[in-house]
């Protein structure tokens, strides 16, 4: 298909284009490549973005592909909501929330309708992505940052989805509902400020 061919050359043109401005310094690639590491280097975010994929996994189709998809598509307007100055309340707190929270959904097999769960993650991937707005750095082009963000986001997403499969082994139900009391306990250490 056509769209398959483009969307490729345009998210590659997107990320690699110059600044139209001749005063202005910013490196596209290095912005990229900052938000692709920055989701990486925070196990608040790491450990709720994998959760997001475990549950998703343990939920089936077509929760397994509609919450991974719902939470860095929220997580952009949250991003965009931070670099633009737009307050969000209790962005730390709402983060180590969503760990725990989401943990728990996975540790005890919670199966709410679809749209309950997505609304949950969506809530969750505002406050996700206006802390990484809010910590754009400086000299880092934003359209970039947030690719690279996003891409980063979704390859943790993935991650937890991959460790999701083993929900088709009994064993591995188990396994899965460990980690997410695992997450769900990293959880009450982010709010107490312990991790």
């Not at 990486?40 to 998809?69: K, N």
Request: glycine share 14%.
């Amino acid at each position: 298909m056509l769209i398959t061919r483009i969307i490729p050359i345009v998210l590659v043109s997107l990320v690699f284009s110059m600044s139209a401005s001749a005063h202005e310094n910013v490196d596209a690639a290095s912005g990229f490549i900052s938000g692709l590491l920055h989701p990486l280097f925070g196990w608040d975010h790491v450990a709720a973005m994998v959760a997001v994929g475990l549950w998703g996994a343990f939920l089936g189709r077509p929760a397994i592909w509609v919450l991974p998809v719902v939470f860095p598509l929220v997580m952009a307007l949250g991003g965009a909501m931070g670099v633009l100055g737009v307050p969000v309340p209790g962005i730390e707190t709402g983060i180590a929330a969503s760990a725990l929270v989401l943990g728990v959904m996975v540790a005890f097999a919670v199966r709410p309708p679809l749209g309950v769960a997505a609304v949950l993650v969506g809530l969750f991937a505002i406050f996700h992505g206006h802390a990484h707005g809010t910590e754009l750095p400086h000299a880092a082009n934003a359209l970039t940052y947030s690719l690279g963000f996003v891409l980063s986001t979704g390859m943790l997403h993935l991650g937890g989805i991959a460790l999701g499969y083993l929900v088709k082994w009994p064993l591995g139900q188990i396994a899965i509902k460990v980690g997410g009391a695992v997450i769900a306990l990293a959880g009450i250490g982010f709010l107490t400020g312990a991790v």
